[in-house]
Structures are given as structure tokens and as C-alpha cells.
């Protein structure tokens, strides 16, 4: 599957609805390089932007930002969003495309899109497009099979959800240092736990556009709805009627440049 994958408006607006986790990758990274109280980067891009819940967290730190996607859908739903916040801009483009820009960048973003670049060209393209000394912040955070202080959850995830909806193939490796051009240092790599707070039906909500499952509809395998009242009939006993913190698994690596 590949990012084409998400140019539908029903993922785009999905996605702007997806756990605003990223609010806390950005603390996560003020305490990870160090930044002190209210320290604002000047000029920052956020690449593989999807509906612009990461570019909104950048956005926290820094006194403008662009937001890049390969998908026409995801940038269309962000012009959409932010049009209010004019420190805020967006066009279509591939993570490796990104364009050279007046005054370079002080620091690039990317939230979940790593695994589908081409990694060289990026990495020549970010060279491009950063100041010296500025930094690369690849982060991604996802739902794992555990939610607080319930097991049975765990046991649908492994059991049920996974082999009625697979993960889709994609490469996964971690960046080391040796996988860098030169002019680029590993500067840090960081993994987390996060907790977020779901009711039955948001959470459906926020797996309906899960990977795994948007590769099964796009696939023509099962339609949204059927998707939808299975994990509805699936998932209701193990809710019980009430809100349910799911734990999702973090990580950033810092990438600077010398």
C-alpha cells in the first residue's frame, strides 16, 4: 500500500479526528533537546502532514509552519481547517519534494510517513531545505494490544482483530547513524508509552482508519460499515459502556544537521 493509498476525503477527514497524541511527542521533544521555557523555533515544516493534527503541534513551537502531503485530500482538508491561522500554509508534495524556501527551515517534522519515503532522497532533500544546525524530528506513535487494566482487550486484539485485518506490509526498520548522508548527526532516539482516553465509539472511529483496516476496504474486502458493526458487536462487552484508556507505543528520533 502506498500513500495513495489515503487520498480520500473519508480518510482525510478520518485523520483530523484521529487522538491529538501529537501534543504530547512535542513535550516529549522539549525535553528531549533540551529547550528551555518557552523557546520558539522560527520556521518549521511538517512533511507527511496528513489532516494537520501534527502541523498543529508544531505549530506550538514554532512562529510559522508548512505542511506538505502527497495526498491532495489530506492538504485539501487542512486549507479547510487552519485557513483561520495565517502562520499556517500547505501544498501537495511528496516528503522527498519537499520545495527550497526563501528563509531555510529551523526545524522538519515527520509523524508517521517515514516508512513510506524513499530514504536517500529525503535525506538529500532535507539538505536542502534545512539551516545549518537545525534539526529532523521523525516520530511515530500507534495502537498497541494493551488497554489499561484490561485483558480481554489484549485477547481480541491478538485473536480477533489482527487476523481479520492484518498489518499491511511496510518496512519498519530503525535509523542509525550509518543510515545517514554525511552532514547529518543521530543526535538522540527516544521510545514512549502515551494513554489516551476512548468510548466505544470514537474508538471504532479511530480504527476505522487504521492502516490495517483502510488496506481491507480499499481492497474491496469488507465495506466501512461492515467493519464498523463488527468491532461495534466485538468490542461493546469489553467497554462495558464506558470510557477506556488504550495505550499507544512512541517513539522520536533527532536527526541534526551540522
Known amino acids: 500500500m502506498n500513500n495513495k493509498s489515503f487520498d480520500s476525503k473519508r480518510i482525510a477527514l478520518g485523520y483530523a479526528k484521529r487522538p491529538w497524541l501529537h501534543k504530547s511527542v512535542i513535550e516529549q521533544l522539549k525535553v528531549d533537546l533540551g529547550l528551555g521555557e518557552g523557546y520558539v523555533f522560527g520556521n518549521g515544516l511538517d512533511v507527511g502532514c496528513g489532516a494537520g493534527l501534527s502541523t498543529k503541534a508544531l505549530r506550538l513551537i514554532c512562529d510559522k509552519v508548512t505542511g506538505t502531503d502527497i495526498a491532495d485530500a489530506m492538504v485539501e482538508v487542512c486549507k479547510e481547517l487552519y485557513a483561520e491561522d495565517s502562520a499556517l500554509s500547505f501544498y501537495v508534495a511528496g516528503a522527498e519534494?519537499?520545495?527550497?524556501?526563501?528563509?531555510?527551515?529551523?526545524?522538519?517534522?515527520?509523524?508517521?510517513?517515514?516508512?513510506?519515503?524513499d530514504e536517500k532522497r529525503f535525506m538529500t532533500n532535507m539538505a536542502q531545505v534545512l539551516k545549518s544546525n537545525g534539526v529532523i524530528v521523525i516520530y511515530d506513535f500507534g495502537i498497541t494490544d494493551k488497554m489499561a487494566g484490561n485483558g480481554a482487550y489484549t485477547q481480541w486484539y491478538q485473536n480477533e482483530y489482527l487476523k481479520k485485518f492484518p498489518k499491511p506490509p511496510r518496512k519498519e526498520n530503525k535509523w542509525t547513524q550509518e543510515d545517514l548522508p554525511e552532514g547529518f548527526l543521530m543526535e538522540k532516539q527516544t521510545e514512549y508509552d502515551m494513554e489516551y482516553s476512548f468510548d466505544l465509539e470514537k474508538f471504532v472511529d479511530f480504527m476505522l482508519i487504521q492502516s490495517n483496516v483502510n488496506a481491507q476496504i480499499e481492497n474491496g474486502n469488507i465495506s466501512t460499515e461492515e467493519a464498523r458493526e463488527w468491532m461495534l458487536e466485538t468490542l461493546a462487552p469489553i467497554f462495558g459502556g464506558e470510557q477506556k484508556n488504550l495505550i499507544f507505543y512512541g517513539y522520536s528520533w533527532y536527526i541534526r544537521k551540522k
Open 97 to 117: 519534494e519537499t520545495k527550497i524556501p526563501e528563509e531555510k527551515y529551523d526545524i522538519v517534522t515527520a509523524a508517521g510517513c517515514i516508512n513510506w519515503v
